[in-house]
């Protein structure tokens, strides 16, 4: 089993940055992929970014290339996602996953990560 705990969160405004934490615990060897999913009230659950370290591969949603960044502290055995430049579109609860497909892309659909986390609350006011 793998956990994963978000931090990071948080209300900002407009043009503001954030940084999302994301801590895996567990049997993190069996996974290769750490991915970034969001929910907004009412509306369905969407990719956000993913990485795969042991390929050096990231993929990113439409929405987050060049405003989002990976990053990871090894040490640490943390996992961040760096969000500039945020909008009111950008609020959502925000969920860190881990997959343990081994493929040749990085896997982006929610149904190919095996563990979740529990959220954390992004605002970001107009």
């Known amino acids: 089993q793998v956990q994963l705990v978000e931090s990071g969160g948080g209300l900002v405004q407009t043009g503001d940055s954030l940084r999302l934490s994301c801590a895996p615990s567990?049997?993190?060897?069996?996974?290769?992929?750490i991915g970034w999913f969001r929910q907004a009230p009412g509306k369905e659950r969407e990719f956000v970014a993913a990485?795969?370290?042991?390929?050096?591969?990231?993929y990113y949603a439409d929405f987050a290339k060049g405003r989002f960044t990976f990053s990871r502290d090894s040490a640490a055995k943390m996992e961040y996602l760096q969000m500039n430049t945020l909008k009111p579109e950008d609020t959502a609860i925000y969920y860190c996953?881990?997959?343990?497909?081994?493929?040749?892309?990085?896997?982006?659909?929610?149904?190919?990560?095996?563990?979740w986390g529990q959220g954390t609350q992004v605002t970001v006011s107009s």
């Open positions: 996953a881990a997959g343990r497909k081994n493929t040749p892309y990085v896997i982006h659909e929610s149904q190919d990560y095996d563990y």
């Open positions: 567990g049997r993190t060897f069996s996974t290769h992929t």
């Open positions: 990485v795969d370290w042991s390929r050096s591969m990231t």
